[in-house]
């Protein structure tokens, strides 16, 4: 019985030895009846452990898009991969000694078409794991996607560089996402209103979360890369883009600002200007009325100017921004601006003065300016040179001509005794009057 089993022409075939020798039940010599069965003795045959290097190997190379090897080694093999090997291949293997196992690409398919059990060795892995995931071509097609994201940002950023490869990290490498984190921070961009000037209203307001813009959170991060902002600053970051964290934070220096309501802040603010002493007003203080009860109001950039007034015993109502506009600087301006008050502007003579007059300008297009102007600044000693990029002066294109030309700086600190004039465009006695109405 034993020798006839021997001359049987069915041992001939690789998968009788293999299933006859090991726990999985034979398969007989017959060609499957079906896909569905062929599929399942593939399964039964290639899930055992001792083929997972061969899986693994097939896989990789197919779904980083290489070409399969024309042979699969293994190198220090396990005795059941070893056993497993030598009886698929119906042969002994290249190295007797167990040191290896080198199996014939061309073969083994050879062998699964004969079956009838699948064509390919890349049908055999999707058959047996599952679909294959070409992540050459997924990161292809990531990469476009990336690359479609960065055309598509109309906004100037910073450092381009490192704000894409932040975003890329932020996102955990999907474009899906960073694409949704773009628009979110493309509305934040645009959206952003002066009257939600706390993080928290913006953000309730822009993404239903009025946490959205807390200092850990992705889009704060994102607004940091944007701007070029070191991390971890939120509340300059905040400022920098009209956000006050909070309303006591931001504050005005003022001189001789009265106003008509009869409140506490207002009855305070009308006994500090009828003394002549400077008041520091919260944006917190404008929760309630506070309509201005001056002929007219001086804006300057630094409080030097301000204090010179004071000392000075100067009767004129003074803002001073303490370099660019706080909200409860524009807040007082924009009440003056809707109570029909004149309203002159200035700042230093540079490149960051400019930027200053240049946004007030837009904001109250009826303002003038006082001693802001190509003589004044020619008439002053020469300041620290001017840094690059001076911004255009639409209003008085002369200014921005003559300085460019000129290439030095004026504080407002080098012409105090000029500014004391302040050169009121109303009457004397109307200023008179009205000041002490």
């Known amino acids: 019985m034993h020798g006839t089993c021997h001359r049987h022409p069915m041992l001939a075939n690789p998968f009788l030895r293999v299933y006859g020798s090991s726990i999985l039940s034979p398969i007989p010599l017959t060609r499957p009846r079906n896909m569905t069965d062929a599929h399942d003795r593939l399964r039964d045959l290639f899930r055992d452990p001792a083929w997972t290097w061969l899986r693994d190997r097939i896989r990789r190379s197919l779904e980083l898009d290489h070409a399969l090897p024309s042979r699969f080694v293994r190198k220090h093999p396990s005795e059941a991969e070893l056993r497993a090997a030598r009886s698929l291949m119906g042969r002994s293997l290249q190295s007797p000694k167990g040191t290896s196992i080198s199996l ?126 070191p991390p971890g600053e939120t509340r300059s970051l905040w400022r920098r883009f009209g956000l006050t964290p909070d309303e006591v934070s931001s504050t005005i220096l003022t001189l001789g600002i009265r106003f008509r309501e009869d409140h506490s802040v207002a009855r305070a603010a009308n006994a500090l200007a009828g003394d002549g002493i400077p008041n520091r007003m919260l944006l917190r203080h404008f929760r309630q009325p506070c309509t201005p009860n001056v002929p007219e109001v001086f804006v300057c950039e630094n409080p030097a100017v301000l204090e010179a007034a004071a000392e000075s015993g100067v009767r004129a109502a003074l803002v001073c921004t303490e370099g660019q506009p706080s909200h409860a600087c524009l807040r007082l301006l924009d009440a003056c601006s809707a109570a029909g008050i004149p309203i002159h502007l200035r700042a230093d003579f540079d490149a960051a003065g400019l930027h200053i007059v240049n946004f007030l300008h837009r904001r109250y297009p009826a303002a003038d300016f ?36 000129t290439g030095h700086a004026v504080h407002e600190e080098q012409i105090l005794p000029r500014l004391m004039l302040f050169k009121s465009k109303l009457p004397q006695h109307q200023v008179h009057n009205q000041i002490i109405s």
């Open 104 to 229: 014939s690409r061309d073969e083994l398919e050879s062998i699964l078409r004969s079956a009838g059990l699948c064509e390919s060795l890349r049908e055999m892995v999707e058959i047996v794991d599952g679909p294959l995931h070409l992540r050459a071509a997924l990161r292809r097609e990531r990469e476009a996607a990336w690359d479609a994201l960065r055309q598509t940002w109309s906004h100037a950023t910073a450092e381009p560089d490192a704000f894409f490869l932040g975003l890329r990290r932020l996102a955990g490498g999907d474009p899906e996402t960073g694409q949704s984190m773009l628009l979110d921070l493309d509305r934040l961009l645009r959206e952003m209103d002066s009257e939600d000037q706390l993080p928290t209203r913006t953000a309730a307001r822009l993404f239903g979360n009025s946490h959205a813009l807390d200092g850990d959170r992705p889009l704060t991060r994102l607004l940091a890369l944007h701007a070029g902002h």
């Open 370 to 405: 006082w001693h802001f102007d190509p003589e004044t600044y020619t008439a002053a000693p020469s300041g620290p040179p001017l840094e690059a990029n001076l911004p255009d002066t639409p209003w008085n294109p002369a200014l921005s001509a003559v300085m460019s030309q």
